[in-house]
């Protein structure tokens, strides 16, 4: 299992509150607003600062109605829809965040593509894979059971749909890089089942980094999971949990999502430089960089 | 003369043949479930005596039409008309029922093309399917909007592509073409602000509902950096599902692709957005500032029109816009105020139902795709649109006008266009006619639309 670092033990904590990231953090920002950026464009530095980009793939998973594209939005810093509309297919939406290393001084921007998929959409259409068919468990992590039920006949008739459903599951899972997991404090269920997502998840890729993340905590009086039992969690699985809800008061706070989204950088690069490495210590941080495509 | 906005509308979706309740949407205050029962039931009623209740219309101004698809679902729409205490003579039904019937079948053909004919005739688990139906309901607000005159596009009501004319269509026509074809589909189209800048041979080659609908799913995914979605075609592919897969370029400007099991969302957005968009992203840029006006800087209106909506009859194109008020003061202050933007583009709407429900019935959809069978094998799928008053004409109207106490409206009708204009009171009633002549030959020419 992967080591659990430290908040500052690698990225500069909280570095959005010092005077020196004020340049970088008004790229992702316009009109006291986060920057929503299309495919084809990106953060620009003035000519005399470079800055690399890097890449990676973060799959946001979790049940129905858990919150996972509302959590998209605000680490995106869009809108936060004000009624729950249900995903269907999948969603990608991009992320900026620009990170100081603590030992080399550096500024990285990192690109996080968060990927969103409707679980009920896909289910709906899960149930026309044959049994058996062992790489769709690999596919997709929600093994689900409707499968089994399935009668031959069904199958046979809806054969022609498999090859578009199978390309919607691997396309999520190709090279992912770090998987979300939720739970809703409002929904004991999925606080049980995080164990089992997790086990899933972990299935799907070895080489992974893992976060936890509770949704709708502002909605503390009608929740479902007490605290204690947080700790707990966090202190037998060794994964970070994030606590995430609420109203954004103002979309150029970065305030919110920065704990979440430099913990996520910190792994990913701590990641890249073991995997760099190993099976030696990361001596030169920098040298990971090139394994990712760097813009 | 009072154009009448369809007030709040409410939808209703129950099985055709138990009346169970699947979903309900639109307006805050859901009906009480007798009022529902009671609507089913007075439509079931009709049925039992071998007749087909259509709509009907309440002594308040409000409206009911009910739709059976496929004998397997219901759709009832109210609408709680707006001006009710104005009145009107009866003659100002016809707009509201053409705008509720259209409304249902968009509703409808969106069901389809979320989650597949099969589904929705073949019902084997009630529950299930209700809850597969919330997938559909992003779009179904999104033309609950549109009827209530909150969307600044007509493709719902016209079903013809709302279109953007670029100012260099040809340079991202074959980026388009390109991009289509390495992502290994022939159904390719671009979208700026929500409407159709470029598009393949074969995505005009649709039905004109699909490629309304297509575009506004394109609109409520819009936000994301990229997407995935299974569709179905509720013509051309009602039971086999195809991807649709979007990629926001740069803010307001995506593209779309249909395609089949390959190539995967990952894969195309990798290797296939950069090589063929990022060489032509200035064009890009330079489409977007056209903004919402939707005409390149090219041509220009008259300072007299206030909104004006082109449709291309063969094409099933139209281009729409309304000018901001900002930029058209009132000429003389003693004089009424002009209509807000909102307000204009409910006028158009308006504006349209009452001329394509009297004067200019617009085609519809080909007989060829109409007739598919087993689709339209019901006789009440293929209802028609227009009124009675249209067929008891001996010709063919070209042009139209009205007065209403809010602006002045003309239609135009030429073998290849039809042409809807609004102006403010004060244009002379006499000089609509030149005006309108004037828009329809600085529109077509400029861009040979």
């Known amino acids: 299992m992967a080591q659990i670092l430290d908040p500052g033990s690698i990225v500069v904590d909280d570095w959005h509150r010092s005077a020196d990231s004020r340049e970088f953090f008004s790229r992702i920002l316009h009109k006291k607003k986060r920057r929503n950026f299309g495919l084809l464009e990106a953060p620009v530095m003035p000519p005399n600062v470079s800055v690399d980009t890097v890449h990676y793939k973060i799959f946001i998973s979790g049940k129905s109605g858990v919150g996972k594209s509302v959590l998209a939005a605000r680490l995106t810093g869009l809108k936060i829809p004000n009624m729950h509309y249900e995903t269907t297919g999948i969603e990608t939406s991009v992320v900026y965040w620009p990170v100081k290393l603590r030992e080399s001084g550096r500024v990285l921007f990192f690109r996080l593509q968060l990927w969103d998929c409707g679980e009920n959409a896909l289910r709906r259409f899960d149930h026309l894979l044959p049994v058996g068919l062992e790489y769709h468990k690999l596919a997709h992590p929600y093994n689900n059971k409707m499968a089994l039920n399935c009668t031959d006949s069904v199958i046979l008739e809806k054969i022609y749909l498999i090859p578009i459903f199978l390309c919607v599951f691997q396309s999520c899972k190709e090279q992912v890089d770090a998987i979300l997991f939720l739970f809703s404090f409002t929904d004991r269920v999925s606080f049980d089942d995080l164990t089992n997502q997790i086990a899933r998840g972990t299935e799907l890729c070895d080489r992974v980094v893992k976060l936890v993340v509770g949704t709708k905590f502002d909605l503390f009086t009608h929740t479902d999971v007490t605290e204690r039992e947080v700790t707990r969690f966090q202190e037998v699985s060794g994964l970070p949990v994030f606590r995430m809800g609420g109203d954004v008061t103002n979309a150029s706070n970065l305030g919110e999502v920065a704990p979440l989204l430099n913990c996520l950088a910190e792994h990913l690069w701590h990641q890249d430089c073991v995997a760099a490495m190993a099976p030696a210590i990361p001596t030169h941080p920098e040298s990971a960089v090139y394994m990712k495509s760097t813009v | ?449």
């Open chain 2, 1 to 449: 003369m009072m154009l009448q906005q369809t007030g709040s509308v409410q939808l209703l979706c129950l099985t055709a043949n138990s009346g169970v309740p699947l979903f309900t949407r639109g307006a805050c205050k859901q009906l009480p479930f007798s009022i529902i029962g009671s609507l089913n039931g007075v439509h079931m009623f009709g049925a039992g005596q071998g007749v087909v209740l259509g709509g009907c219309e309440t002594d308040r101004g409000g409206r009911v039409v009910w739709r059976v698809f496929q004998d397997s679902v219901m759709l009832i729409a109210v609408s709680a008309g707006r001006h009710a205490q104005q009145g009107s003579g009866s003659g100002d039904s016809g707009e509201g029922d053409f705008q509720m019937r259209r409304l249902l079948e968009n509703v409808w053909s969106c069901m389809v093309l979320v989650l597949g004919q099969d589904e929705l005739v073949s019902v084997r688990n009630v529950e299930r399917l209700k809850r597969d139906l919330r997938s559909c309901y992003r779009l179904i607000d999104q033309l609950l909007e549109g009827v209530q005159g909150q969307q600044s596009t007509m493709g719902d009501l016209t079903h013809c592509g709302d279109c953007l004319l670029p100012t260099n269509p040809a340079l991202l026509q074959e980026a388009l073409d390109g991009f289509t074809q390495a992502a290994e589909s022939e159904f390719g189209c671009l979208m700026v602000h929500g409407r159709i800048a470029a598009a393949t041979d074969k995505w005009w080659r649709l039905a004109p509902q699909e490629v309304v609908l297509l575009s506004a799913l394109a609109r409520t995914l819009s936000g994301s950096a990229s997407c995935d979605f299974p569709v179905f075609l509720p013509q051309g592919s009602p039971n086999v599902a195809h991807r649709l897969l979007r990629f926001q370029l740069l803010l307001g400007a995506d593209v779309c692709v249909l395609c089949g099991p390959s190539p995967t969302l990952n894969r195309a957005e990798s290797e296939l957005v950069g090589r063929f968009w990022s060489p032509v992203v200035e064009a890009l840029r330079g489409t977007l500032a056209v903004g919402e006006r939707c005409l390149p800087g090219s041509v220009t209106l008259r300072p007299d029109v206030l909104a004006v909506l082109l449709i291309n009859r063969e094409s099933r194109r139209s281009v729409s816009c309304v000018k901001t008020v900002s930029a058209h003061p009132s000429p003389h202050p003693c004089s009424p105020p002009l209509p807000s933007k909102t307000r204009c583009w409910e006028l158009l709407r308006l504006f349209f139902t009452f001329s394509a429900t009297r004067y200019f019935p617009l085609e519809e959809t080909p007989p060829t795709l109409a007739l598919t069978p087993g689709q339209n094998g019901h006789g009440e799928d293929t209802e028609s649109l227009q009124e009675d008053f249209v067929l008891g004409f001996f010709h063919q109207p070209l042009q139209c006008y009205l007065v209403t106490d809010e602006c002045k409206c003309y239609g135009l009708q030429t073998g290849q266009h039809q042409l809807y204009l609004l102006t403010p009171l004060s244009v002379p009633t006499f000089a609509l006619r030149s005006v309108a002549t004037e828009t329809l030959s600085a529109l077509t020419a400029a861009k040979g639309f």
